[in-house]
């Protein structure tokens, strides 16, 4: 773990559960696993307070334990569930476009919560649900059970751990901790429940990983909107069939997307299998045709989409950094692979002064790469021949570190906006919490417009520039880390398994 990613880490921690929980989970970050003993005495907390973080922490499935020989319990800190913490708006998003609101409050729960059991899940959501609806309205709780349902099928929810039943012998003492077991067939099976029941007004996620939602994006912007209509059909038949990690999707037939595709698409079998085949022909070969039987066998390939991903995003940070120029120049590399300063000066149509110039500043930040192929044994330089090339997988490691850098630096700069702010946003929030009451009582506009002048212009105009600046800095975030789904969804994909 980098640097980086450790800064992090600890930024989400202490926003979203506060100073204590971020000092546990750093230092388990920093450690390694690690007893309560050492905990303890190593972060200076109280006994409590370290055994309620720990809690927080397995609630949410960001620190795992496992007992040791000796009997003793060492607690380790999962530092990629952390990061994807940055990713909780898009799953709730993926959900809310997938499944409306009901997906959206289920998502949402879940991931505050991290556990919870489908009966207490679907009671709060319908609850909530109810809230939002007009007097008289209810939400049933069998129709928020049925989204459940649709989430727990296409992965988005999945069982947790439990401990096995009928092993415990009563001579055998009790282990230090539970051991959790979950049978793979049993993670997306949904206990039969007879929920009955409507939402209650008030007076006064683990999601799986959201990966599924970035690949149906993969084809937007195609040829056409109806060959990315095809390949998110296709995407969606496979998500529940196919591993993540997976290079194609599964197999599917031109019988069975023609079938599956949505019902405002109005084309024919003829013109679907003419767009299938144009998809396989394509240079970018995103689609493959695996065989000929039941019409043909068709797969996309997700190693290839998230490659050229990756490398579109490389191109576009380029550009944006060094210019138009070096972009030529920098795409010229990726298709050619290897060349000569002479021959990037010929083929790039660029004066050798500037070229060089451009090649010396794309290697000095780790975006191009010098390979040595020497004539003779010793290497002389009279005697080698210097290539330019691009690592794609090396330069998306380092552009992934500096994204991670780029979003602890976002925060930072949020946290500094509001604390520096911290007394006018307070007597904002009173002022307005004022308002509230007294138009609960029915208070008159005169009164209301005397309550409102408590806040003058310039602080009125103080707090407009905050909330743009922030909204800014969110929408910052969100996109930075789009970026840092592509490049570790691709450097995922170059590492090879066993």
Not at 365 to 373: G, H, K, P, S
Request: net charge neutral.
């Amino acid at each position: 773990m980098t640097q980086a990613e450790l800064k992090l880490c600890s930024l989400l921690l202490r926003e979203y559960f506060g100073d204590i929980v971020e000092a546990i989970g750093a230092f388990l970050i920093r450690s390694g696993p690690q007893p309560l003993r050492l905990i303890v005495a190593d972060t200076g907390l109280l006994l409590d307070q370290v055994k309620k973080a720990l809690c927080v922490l397995i609630q949410h499935n960001l620190v795992g334990y496992q007992v040791q020989k000796r009997g003793l319990v060492e607690y380790e800190a999962r530092c990629w569930r952390v990061l994807r913490i940055l990713r909780y708006p898009r799953y709730i998003y993926t959900a809310k476009s997938l499944y409306g609101d009901t997906g959206e409050l289920l998502v949402e729960e879940l991931l505050l919560n991290g556990h919870m059991s489908m009966s207490a899940l679907v009671r709060k959501v319908a609850d909530r649900l109810t809230e939002t609806m007009e007097d008289g309205k209810t939400m049933d709780y069998s129709e928020v059970a049925n989204t459940f349902v649709c989430l727990v099928d296409t992965h988005f929810v999945q069982r947790c751990p439990l401990v096995p039943e009928g092993l415990d012998a009563p001579e055998v003492p009790p282990p230090p901790a539970p051991t959790l077991v979950l049978n793979e067939k049993d993670m997306y099976v949904v206990p039969r429940l007879s929920l009955v029941g409507k939402g209650k007004r008030r007076r006064s996620c683990e999601e799986e990983d959201g990966e599924h939602q970035a690949k149906k994006q993969k084809q937007d912007g195609g040829s056409t909107e109806t060959s990315s209509e095809i390949v998110r059909t296709m995407l969606r038949m496979s998500e529940v069939t196919t591993s993540s990690s997976a290079p194609y999707t599964q197999p599917l037939s031109s019988n069975e997307i023609f079938r599956s595709l949505p019902a405002g698409y109005n084309i024919g079998k003829q013109v679907l299998d003419q767009y299938l085949t144009l998809l396989a022909d394509d240079p970018l070969e995103f689609v493959g045709k695996a065989r000929d039987s039941g019409g043909g066998m068709f797969t996309v390939n997700l190693h290839k989409a998230l490659a050229s991903l990756a490398t579109a995003t490389l191109e576009s940070i380029v550009e944006e950094r060094f210019g138009s120029r070096c972009a030529r120049i920098f795409r010229l590399l990726l298709r050619k692979k290897y060349l000569e300063q002479k021959q990037v000066e010929d083929f790039a149509m660029i004066p050798a002064k500037e070229a060089k110039d451009m090649l010396y500043r794309m290697l000095s930040e780790n975006l191009v790469a010098l390979q040595e192929i020497p004539k003779t044994p010793d290497h002389a330089p009279s005697r080698t021949f210097y290539l330019y090339t691009v690592n794609v997988p090396a330069a998306a490691r380092m552009l992934l570190h500096r994204c991670y850098k780029s979003v602890a630096n976002l925060m930072e700069r949020r946290h500094y906006e509001s604390r520096e702010n911290k007394r006018l946003l307070e007597k904002s929030q009173r002022v307005e919490a004022i308002l509230a009451s007294l138009q609960a009582t029915g208070a008159g506009d005169t009164q209301l417009q005397d309550i409102e002048e408590m806040i003058t212009g310039p602080e009125r105009h103080q707090l407009d520039t905050l909330k743009r600046n922030v909204n800014k800095l969110d929408a910052s975030e969100t996109q930075v880390d789009e970026t840092i789904f592509v490049l570790e969804s691709f450097i995922e994909s170059t590492v090879r398994r066993p």
